[in-house]
Nanobody
């Protein structure tokens, strides 16, 4: 059974930090790329960062220098370290695993940044 479980969200003040985790099971983790998305109320889902199976990373411009995506293949977990958080980062954050036609989503975790 495939599962992606996000955790680590919460309420933090402007300038604070959070680390999101995405724990995966039920598929061959090391062969998949992973993407973190976010969706704020009334807005479309937005790609935040992605990491390939080989560890190559990409970020949306608005989080460059503040967020870091990483993966631990031994723990079947992907992380999103978020520093210097801003109120505009408030959203539900989702983890997605993808390889060819295979795509799996997590349930999301809420991140709220207060000003």
């Amino acid at each position: 059974q495939v599962q992606l479980v996000e955790s680590g969200g919460g309420l933090v003040q402007d300038g604070g930090s959070l680390r999101l985790s995405c724990a995966a099971s039920g598929f061959t983790f090391r062969t998949y790329a992973f993407v973190w998305y976010r969706q704020a109320p009334g807005k479309e889902r937005e790609l935040v960062a992605d990491i390939s199976s080989g560890g190559r990373t990409n970020y949306v411009d608005s989080v460059k220098g503040r967020f870091t995506i990483s993966r631990d293949n031994a723990k079947n977990t992907v992380y999103l370290q978020m520093n210097n958080l801003k109120p505009e980062d408030t959203a539900v954050y989702y983890c997605k695993a993808e390889r060819s036609i295979y795509v799996y989503w997590g349930q999301g975790t809420q991140v709220t940044v207060s000003s």
